[in-house]
Nanobody, 127 residues
Framework: QVRLMESGGGSVQAGGSLTLACTVS????????????MAWFRQAPEKEREGVAS???????YYGEAVKGRFAITKDYAENTLNLQMNNLKLEDTAKYFC?????????????????WGAGTQVTVSS
């Protein structure tokens, strides 16, 4: 069973930076037909889940409008780790952030479905 575990969440002041990491376990590229699509989503209290950033099997990246220019998603395939560098954080970035994975074939954009999810890590931005 593929498992995802997020880390790196915490509290930060507005304008600050955080880096989230997602460690993938039990994903075998051979049995799962290649590189997976992966993504970060977030959900604030009483709000719908929002796509933050994703990376497709060919390395293409997609970003939500709210984070473009501030966040960067990267994937270390050797270490099976997905990272999200978040800069210039704003109050409205406060949310629980979730890592997600889908086996190929997968579009990899933020509108596509992801089959595996982590439990999430909380990010709180204060003034």
């Amino acid at each position: 069973q593929v498992r995802l575990m997020e880390s790196g969440g915490g509290s930060v002041q507005a304008g600050g930076s955080l880096t989230l990491a997602c460690t993938v376990s039990s994903y075998n590229r051979g049995s799962h037909y290649g590189r997976p699509c992966m993504a970060w989503f977030r959900q604030a209290p009483e709000k719908e889940r929002e796509g933050v950033a994703s990376i497709a099997t060919d390395g293409r990246t997609y970003y939500g409008e709210a984070v473009k220019g501030r966040f960067a998603i990267t994937k270390d395939y050797a270490e099976n780790t997905l990272n999200l560098q978040m800069n210039n954080l704003k109050l409205e970035d406060t949310a629980k952030y979730f890592c997600a994975l889908d086996s190929p074939p997968c579009p990899g954009n933020l509108g596509s479905s992801f089959n595996y999810w982590g439990a999430g890590t909380q990010v709180t931005v204060s003034s």
